[in-house]
């Protein structure tokens, strides 16, 4: 099997001083990085504003992961989130986050995720469909089409809605604002600067979220109300019986209280799985294609598989354990990529961590991005290779076995692991194994996508690729 080793930012060789990294971070997280930081395995640092904690150890990992009272979601998270997802479970923390956690898990348990299968192979035709439009040998940014693809899937399976070109692109063009503003309205505080943040920037910020929820409340709206009608009528008799996600939602209710979401709520729900399932899964795919592009081998014996065993997939998604490349290709593609590369939790009291002590009030951040590229943790860290996970033996200082259990986390860890994860397996699968069988893909020559992170993990430049259809 070739190896490739895709393009990410060269560390720098020494700690970037604090002045530095407020000019350089203001673009991408990983800017800041440095070589020993894929060695460490704890770090400190102290800006005026945050005593910063850098976690790579698996084990301290896990202690805070696992410990999400001690550990909560960090406000900074919250501020920079609040105005697109609102006072959903990506944001809250305690009982809140709790009593929505019970409320939400109905609807990703394992039957339910293989009710919506149907709906994501409808939309897996019609990404095919798309790109058959493509002219022969085109060069074409996959960044948005797997935008449209993914967004079209969450839509499909929570609101029975489908996603034209148009919407696909507001999305799209919308969210990568969203996104440019992150890092530039929250770098402020970690120098004690939340006044420097220019209105403006703010304004347009809040603007792009707003254009975003707008469209997640019409399409709520008339739901809602028809099942709240019906509920005070005392017959839900047949409303809100369909196979989608917002049908739970709109019928779940609290074992002890016997309430269910208010539509605010429902909103921040549904903007929360809307957003953070297509955006997270985008950028995951979209990378997935760039390593396949680049490693033609790879891409052939994908498509031999998709070729013998897809097609026996049917409408059963318990197939999709037999395309055991696809679903490899996509782990280590979550490995060098993930698409949210840094957690951030706040210590409630300040505690001892490791060899450091944390002050009450500081800011420990978990990196995946760091944690599955660590030069103790994996053998051949910035290699793609997903042979890896059925090889597990044949690396070194720790088996992958090992590894993918102890430093490997694109889905987060403990108790607020992601909800969605098996969704997301379940959807990139069928996919990725859909597009190798239909089309072949090449790199474009002097193109280098050049990852940047925000709040996910996007390439600056996109990711152009010549698409050739198999079967034309």
Aim: aromatic letters at 10%.
């Amino acid at each position: 099997m070739s190896r490739f080793c895709p393009y990410y930012p060269r560390p720098v060789s020494d700690k970037t001083p604090a002045w530095r990294m407020f000019f350089s971070k203001r673009r991408s997280w990983l800017d800041g990085l440095y070589e020993r930081s894929y060695h460490m395995k704890m770090g400190e640092v102290h800006f005026p504003g945050v005593d910063l904690y850098m976690v790579n150890d698996p084990a301290l990992v896990r202690e805070v992961m696992d410990n999400a009272d001690r550990f909560p979601k960090h406000e900074m998270l919250g501020e920079a989130l609040r105005p697109l997802l609102g006072d959903s479970i990506f944001t809250t923390n305690g009982e809140v986050w709790q009593r929505q956690r019970d409320l939400m898990d109905p609807s990703f348990e394992a039957a339910r995720v293989k009710l919506v299968f149907g709906r994501m192979r409808d939309a897996a035709q019609a990404m095919v469909e798309r790109l058959r439009q493509v002219p022969e040998g085109a060069v074409y940014d996959l960044e948005v089409e797997m935008t449209h693809v993914a967004a079209d899937i969450i839509l499909r399976t929570i609101l029975s809605k489908s996603l034209d070109s148009e919407g696909a692109r507001l999305i799209f063009d919308a969210f990568a604002r969203y996104q440019d503003m992150a890092p530039r309205l929250m770098l402020p505080a970690f120098f004690g600067l939340r006044w420097l943040r220019p209105w403006w920037q703010i304004r347009r910020s809040r603007r792009a979220a707003e254009d975003i929820r707008k469209l997640i409340v019409q399409l709520i709206r008339p739901r809602y109300d028809a099942y709240q009608t019906a509920l005070a009528s005392g017959n839900t008799e047949g409303v809100e019986t369909g196979g989608d996600i917002l049908a739970t939602l709109l019928r779940v209710r609290n074992a002890e209280t016997g309430q269910g979401f208010t539509f605010d709520e429902l909103v921040d729900q549904v903007a929360m799985l809307f957003l953070a399932g297509h955006e997270t899964s985008a950028s995951a795919l979209s990378w997935s294609l760039h390593l396949l592009a680049n490693a033609p081998d790879v891409q052939e014996r994908l498509h031999q598989e998709s070729l013998d065993k897809l097609g026996a997939v049917g409408t059963d998604p318990s197939g999709l354990k037999d395309l055991e490349l696809s679903r490899n290709v996509f782990r280590e593609s979550l490995r060098l990529f993930p698409p949210v590369g840094f957690l951030v939790r706040a210590s409630e009291t300040g505690c001892p961590l490791g060899d450091k002590t944390v002050k009450p009030g500081g800011s420990v951040m978990i990196s995946p991005w760091l944690i599955q590229r660590h030069r103790q943790f994996w053998a051949r860290p910035d290699e793609f290779d997903p042979d890896r996970y059925t090889h597990t033996e044949d690396t070194t200082p720790m088996t992958t076995r090992e590894s993918l259990r102890k430093a490997y986390l694109p889905f987060g860890m403990g108790p607020r692991v992601c909800i969605g994860a098996a969704f997301a397996l379940q959807e990139a699968t069928l996919i990725l194994s859909t597009l190798a069988r239909h089309f072949r893909f090449e790199p474009v020559p002097g193109h280098r996508p050049e990852p940047v992170g925000r709040l996910t993990l996007r390439a600056e430049n996109g990711i152009p690729l010549k698409v050739f259809a198999r079967d034309r």
